[in-house]
């Protein structure tokens, strides 16, 4: 559940910041551009002309339908909820996430070059440093970013939470991650690279605590044991994922939920989300060194929406034993007896799961 929360800098939350701003960096691996002709398609899409064409394409009646497409995948998916969402429920929900998308948009617009582009002499194409002349079109100040956006991401989530019935709250990543695809699907190949880290910000900022991980860091101080291990550990969560992910796929080949299997591309685009929520809410334990953020809100939330779409609880807790014991392998032995109260009372806690209620 997302929750507000206050970033106060310190040196060790400053370095905390960092490592979750690295989940965002642009990814050229798709673009050959090296090429002349990338080159200026490139700079066209990241000119303030090009990033307010690409804003327009996406805004006012095209998103709003897109949104509403998006509702209606969403819709059927959670259809197992009587009386939970209706029409006039959804076309509020709908208006709000407008208001979310067009922020974004807007701090996207506003994302200026701090490279004098035209100095850069793009002809010489064997002398062209990737890494240094894209630096600037990473995302501003991850903290920044989280904080604009926050307000309305709240407001967002109320509209979700109105009925008071927690499972509804799975309606708001499902309906953030079908609108991201469909605005993905109508954006050039530069225009995607681009936007993409903005979009996979928006759906990890609801359904991972990466902001309340950085805030716990300032009871740590740079360079202390438990920050360096969580540091560390936050830098593989990609790696440990992918491996847990297809452990699951391998062992469970017949699986099959409410959305499809392990194998469905937007199935595993959710486990891949979800795999890395889990190693995010236990690095927020070992920080507040407390089980409550698993125990109190990680646990309700499984159990909430799991039985629903047709996953076994059972699945979760070898999903969750997996994810311990493939964390472990990172770990020293030194390591592994500071994590164990964490990584032992998670397995514990989706091993003897309470009652939802």
């Given at each position: 559940m997302f929750k507000t929360t206050q970033i106060v800098k310190t040196p060790s939350v400053e370095y905390l910041l960092k490592l979750w701003s690295l989940r965002y960096k642009t990814d050229l691996s798709s673009l050959s551009l090296l090429e002349k002709s990338?080159?200026?398609?490139?700079?066209?899409?990241?000119?303030?002309?090009?990033?307010?064409?690409?804003?327009?394409?996406?805004?006012?009646?095209?998103?709003?339908?897109?949104?509403?497409?998006?509702?209606?995948?969403?819709?059927?998916?959670?259809?197992?909820?009587?009386?939970?969402?209706?029409?006039?429920?959804?076309?509020?929900?709908?208006?709000?996430s407008l208001i979310v998308y067009d922020q974004l948009l807007s701090i996207?617009?506003?994302?200026?070059?701090?490279?004098?582009?035209?100095?850069?002499?793009?002809?010489?194409t064997a002398n062209f440093n990737q890494e240094i002349f894209f630096t600037s079109w990473d995302l501003p100040e991850i903290e920044k970013l989280a904080s604009a956006i926050e307000p309305t991401l709240i407001v967002f989530q109320k509209q979700h939470i109105v009925s008071k019935d927690w499972r509804a709250l799975g309606f708001l990543t499902t309906q953030l991650k079908f609108t991201n695809k469909l605005i993905l699907h109508m954006l050039t190949p530069v225009e995607k690279v681009l936007l993409q880290p903005y979009l996979k910000f928006l759906e990890e900022q609801v359904a991972i605590p990466w902001q309340r991980i950085c805030a716990a860091g300032e009871k740590q101080e740079l360079g202390s044991p438990l920050l360096t291990l969580v540091?560390?550990?936050?830098l593989v969560i990609e790696e440990i994922t992918q491996t847990v992910y297809?452990?699951?796929?391998?062992?469970f080949p017949n699986h099959r939920s409410r959305s499809g299997s392990f194998n469905d591309p937007?199935?595993?685009?959710?486990?891949?989300?979800?795999?890395?929520?889990?190693?995010?809410?236990?690095?927020?334990?070992?920080?507040?060194?407390?089980?409550?953020?698993?125990?109190?809100?990680?646990?309700?939330?499984?159990?909430?929406?799991?039985?629903?779409?047709?996953?076994?609880?059972?699945?979760?807790?070898?999903?969750?034993?997996l994810l311990m014991d493939e964390v472990n392998k990172f770990l020293t032995l030194e390591e592994e007896m500071i994590l164990q109260p964490y990584t032992q009372g998670m397995v514990q806690a989706f091993n003897c799961p309470l009652p939802a209620s």
């Open positions: 990338s080159q200026a398609s490139f700079l066209t899409a990241t000119s303030p002309e090009g990033r307010a064409l690409t804003a327009a394409k996406l805004k006012m009646n095209r998103l709003s339908l897109n949104s509403q497409m998006a509702w209606i995948q969403t819709r059927l998916l959670y259809n197992y909820i009587p009386n939970v969402i209706d029409f006039s429920e959804a076309r509020r929900i709908t208006e709000v996207y617009q506003q994302q200026s070059l701090t490279n004098d582009l035209p100095a850069l002499e793009l002809s010489q540091g560390k550990m936050l297809h452990q699951l796929v391998t062992m937007s199935v595993a685009h959710s486990s891949i989300r979800d795999l890395n929520m889990f190693q995010a809410y236990l690095w927020l334990c070992v920080l507040e060194q407390s089980l409550a953020p698993v125990e109190e809100e990680l646990v309700h939330l499984c159990l909430m929406v799991t039985e629903k779409v047709e996953i076994k609880w059972e699945l979760i807790s070898v999903w969750v034993q």
